[in-house]
């Protein structure tokens, strides 16, 4: 008699049938069909949606800003924590991107995005030290830093904005550049997405962001680097809200002391759309950046498809409802059929 | 103007608040010395006050520049005072401040046509005159209104501008701030009357609110132009519409194609009046704004306007003005900014 009795014995049905079992079940393909849907139908309605060359750029362009962060937000998440302060993350970066340029015209791009990069990341520790070293739920935290960063930027630029004039002409260029017809910063996005969401997948720092999501307290008795690890998130999380910022300042060539205002908010959106717990310990990027191309995309085609602006809102705040209902269906079901197996098990013994 | 950004950065807004307050203290004891001499010296030298919406903001800062020319002028003393961000009670204790300094006149832009109204009574009981400028409050709070531009003269220069790019014929749609907005809606509802009064060929054809957010505004524009193919021209009655619209415009295959026009100010809009995206925009001139304000405070001082209609005095190089209904005196049209004299503004 063996002494390690699986909790649940491995599946009996074949390979082939499990992995297209759970491409149906999966969270990403689910929100990736939608997706599509939204683009087809707009498209029916207005074909310049997808075939002008303006609706081709925009479609991949207009969702990168929100891809950067969710992609960010999706790391924070996954440890059972969140990171509210992104979007004031992303506003000071964003000035301070256009600061640079117009106090040092000669600076190479490279080196503005660099350091807007490690700007983000600065922000993101102070957030990992806090939550890490008080102990007190990221909720209030990142909320403290999210005012404090806000208010950072208010005393810094006032009612000063960076116009477009004050910066380089390669760097604004650079928002609408295309690489065979996609847009160089949609190219940026997805080289994070496949960086991080490998990262995630794969290594072993990834895979213990997971396990402290999943049970805290376990991953602390198993001995995992805990706080280490949650820093860790939060500076990504952090210097990702920087590029978004370098992002964001090439792309609309303008920053006022409101850029990036509620920003956070449709981040962790798009991370909960596309599939990640709020709790923690489950979703991947991969579902993030979907949710992240859905949410923008459906705000682009309501008004195509003439739908009024007072009802955009509440059709995305349907949506979020929807997938944290979804979820919650999902995760009971999963649940009770594991208490289910348990019982089996136990009553075969 | 931007009620978002206000809500959401509450808590900063009031922390800065507390802040100011202490540096508003500190900044009153400094001038005490002086304001107490002009005090005693009467008419010889008149104090006058700018409080604008608040500080480090370019727009002010050129109406100031103006406020500041005509005090120099006419051989008074001035003084810029106000918060960092533009709350609606953040101006009080400036206003109580200077009425303590016994300034002669205060000149306000109001962040909120009520909030402010008590402090500005009680200076008006110590003596001080109050102008208000560019935004109003309650006319019963204050002595004169410098109006930069009358509802229907904004909406006005916009329809004609809009006329004269497109052609006076074809599809137009106006991209405005929030849905809410007071002002926006007034000119609006004023555009869309000239339009069919005086330009029948013209048709709008879309109302969209970029809730004076430079990505929605964007987003907005790009959805505006899908969506109506026959688009001619767009109307922007706002400053972060009309960059936000300019900056999409500039990158888009319908550059040149559609027109673009509204309000705006010269350094938003630089770079798109010179690269061609944008024909003509307008709005009024800050620093004659300032000036006249200036101009009108002293008048009040001096005791040759009351604030009655029909009572007229001169302001320097702008000449002479009269004062209208509700103690309101009009700085004139809106101005026109264009590729040959954006170089000589800088707000």
């Known amino acids: 008699m063996s002494t390690d009795t699986l909790l649940v014995e491995p599946s009996a049905v074949s390979p082939t049938k499990r992995i297209v079992g759970e491409l149906l079940r999966s969270r990403e393909i689910a929100v990736a069909v939608v997706f599509v849907l939204v683009v087809a139908l707009t498209t029916i309605k207005s074909p310049n949606f997808l075939f002008s060359s303006d609706g ?230 991969w579902g993030a950046a979907i949710g992240a191309f859905l949410l923008v995309t459906i705000n682009r085609a309501l008004p195509v498809v003439g739908i009024s602006d007072f009802w955009q809102r509440a059709v995305v705040g349907a949506l979020i409802l929807g997938a944290i209902v979804l979820d919650r269906v999902l995760s009971a079901r999963q649940e009770r059929r594991l208490v289910a197996a348990r019982e089996e098990t136990r009553s075969a013994r | 103007m931007k009620v978002r950004n206000r809500r959401l950065s509450a808590l900063a807004a009031v ?184 330009h029948p060929n013209i048709k709008l054809v879309d109302t969209v609110y970029g809730d004076d957010d430079d990505q929605t505004s964007f987003d907005k524009t790009a959805a505006l132009l899908q969506s109506h193919p026959n688009l001619k021209g767009i109307i922007s009655p706002t400053t972060v519409g009309i960059a936000a619209a300019a900056r999409y415009l500039s990158t888009s295959e319908y550059k040149g194609k559609v027109a673009l026009t509204g309000l705006g100010t010269p350094n938003q809009m630089r770079e798109y009046v010179k690269d061609g995206t944008v024909t003509e925009f307008a709005l009024w001139n800050p620093e004659d704004l300032g000036y006249l304000a200036a101009y009108a405070a002293k008048a009040l001082v001096d005791g040759d306007i009351s604030g009655k209609e029909g009572d007229s005095f001169t302001a320097g190089k702008l000449g002479d003005f009269t004062v209208g209904a509700d103690a309101t005196v009009l700085l004139g049209e809106p101005y026109r900014f264009n590729k040959d004299n954006i170089d000589d503004f800088d707000f």
């Open chain 1, 56 to 285: 081709w750029r925009d479609l991949l362009l207009t969702p990168c800003l929100l891809l950067i962060l969710a992609v960010g937000q999706t790391a924070v998440i996954i440890t059972r924590n969140v990171d509210l302060s992104v979007g004031s993350t992303l506003g000071l970066t964003a000035y301070f991107t256009g600061k640079l340029f117009s106090d040092h015209p000669g600076l190479p791009i490279i080196a503005v995005v660099v350091l807007g990069m490690l700007f983000g990341a600065v922000l993101g520790l102070v957030n990992g030290l806090l939550v890490a070293i008080f102990k007190v739920p990221a909720l209030v935290i990142t909320l403290g830093t999210l005012y404090i960063y806000r208010g950072i930027f208010l005393t810094w630029a006032g009612s000063d904005r960076i116009n477009a004039g004050d910066m380089p002409k390669d760097f604004l260029s650079l928002g609408t550049k295309t690489v065979l017809t996609i847009p160089v910063l949609t190219i940026v996005g997805l080289v994070v997405l496949a960086a991080v969401g490998y990262y995630l997948h794969t290594a072993r720092g990834g895979r213990e962001l997971y396990a402290i999501g999943s049970d805290p307290d376990a991953a602390v008795l198993y001995g995992l680097k805990v706080n280490r690890r949650i820093i860790g998130a939060f500076v990504l999380s952090g210097a990702l809200a920087g590029l978004a910022g370098v992002v964001y300042t090439a792309r609309y060539g303008t920053v006022s002391s409101n850029a990036g205002l509620g920003m956070e908010l449709q981040a962790v959106g798009a991370a909960v759309i596309g599939g990640v717990a709020i709790f923690g310990g489950s979703g991947t990027v």
């Open chain 2, 15 to 198: 922390t800065l608040v507390a802040s100011l307050a202490l540096t508003a203290c500190g900044g009153s004891d400094s001038d005490g010395g002086s304001d107490g001499a002009s005090g005693g010296g009467g008419g010889g030298n008149t104090t006058v006050t700018f409080l604008p919406k608040n500080l480090g903001n370019p727009y002010f800062d050129t109406s100031s520049k103006g406020g500041k020319a005509a005090v120099e002028e006419f051989g008074g003393t001035f003084d810029e005072v106000g918060p960092d961000t533009a709350s609606p009670d953040a101006q009080v204790q400036f206003i109580n401040t200077a009425a303590q300094q016994g300034v002669n006149a205060l000149v306000v832009s109001a962040n909120d046509p009520e909030a402010i109204c008590d402090a500005l009574n009680e200076a008006s009981d110590a003596g001080t005159k109050i102008v208000t400028f560019d935004s109003d409050t309650n006319p019963d709070c204050r002595d004169l209104f410098i109006n930069q531009a009358t509802a229907d003269g904004i909406a006005k220069v916009q329809v004609d501008m809009i006329a004269e790019q497109i052609g006076d014929a074809g599809e137009v749609a106006i991209l405005s701030a929030a849905a809410n907005a007071t002002n926006q809606n007034a000119w609006i509802d004023t555009m869309k009357k000239e339009l069919e009064a005086s």
